[in-house]
T-cell receptor
Framework: KNEVEQSPQNLTAQEGEFITINCSYS?????LHWLQQHPGGGIVSLFM???GKKKHGRLIATINIQEKHSSLHITASHPRDSAVYIC???????????FGKGTKLSVKP | DAGITQSPRHKVTETGTPVTLRCHQT?????MYWYRQDPGHGLRLIHY???????DKGEVSDGYSVSRSKTEDFLLTLESATSSQTSVYFC????????????FGPGTRLTVL
């Protein structure tokens, strides 16, 4: 079983829809990261959080430590949000990042 | 954008040849990382550096070595490339260990024939 599971693997939405991407993990962690990988391959860090909620523009990330679960929400989605969204947790003996396989989001105009 | 570049961006090589990938940063960040990204897997850490001449292994380090002789450069060497090392390689930097934000390079697509 993977230590970091993301769902769904693929998501297609219409422009304007509210989007939720989920991340569940099975290890103890000190922090969780959300990253965005553009269609061209570039990777950008979106959030790092260890509790509660963070918001940046139309993006909201939440984490529930007790349930070992995090969600990334996108409000008023736009085609430019089309990307792969990656969850990563900081855990393990070295505190390395353990990455999920990503959720591929496609937003149609 | 953070000043981080990778070279080459694309490389095709043959099994058994040595290959060196370069990561260069202009941010003076202490920590540098090499990851590989493969279909069906998340990003996986190969090696990392926490200072000049200070490096350590990640989870998939077999067949790879690294060197960091200057703050700005982190080299990844495949000593004898194999087809299983065909992948996209990303370099990343951060000012603290897995700090708030890691900045990623553009990636190097390596094909080993």
């Amino acid at each position: 079983k993977n230590e970091v599971e993301q769902s769904p693997q693929n998501l297609t939405a219409q422009e304007g829809e509210f989007i939720t991407i989920n991340c569940s993990y099975s290890v103890g962690i000190s922090a969780l990261h959300w990253l965005q990988q553009h269609p061209g391959g570039g990777i950008v860090s979106l959030f790092m959080l260890s509790s509660g909620k963070k918001k940046h523009g139309r993006l909201i990330a939440t984490i529930n430590i007790q349930e070992k679960h995090s969600s990334l929400h996108i409000t008023a989605s736009h085609p430019r949000d089309s990307a792969v969204y990656i969850c990563a947790v900081r855990g393990g003996s070295q505190g390395n990042l353990i990455f999920g396989k990503g959720t591929k989001l496609s937003v149609k105009p | 954008d953070a000043g981080i570049t990778q070279s080459p961006r694309h490389k095709v090589t043959e099994t058994g040849t040595p290959v060196t990938l370069r990561c260069h940063q202009t941010e003076n960040h202490r920590y540098m990382y090499w990851y590989r990204q493969d279909p069906g897997h998340g990003l996986r850490l190969i090696h990392y550096s926490y200072g000049v001449k200070d490096t350590d292994k990640g989870e998939v380090s077999d067949g790879y070595s690294v060197s960091r002789s200057k703050t700005e450069d982190f080299l990844l060497t495949l000593e004898s490339a194999t087809s299983s090392q065909t992948s996209v390689y990303f370099c990343a930097i951060s000012d603290r260990w897995l700090g708030n934000e890691q900045f990623f390079g553009p990636g190097t697509r390596l094909t080993v024939l």
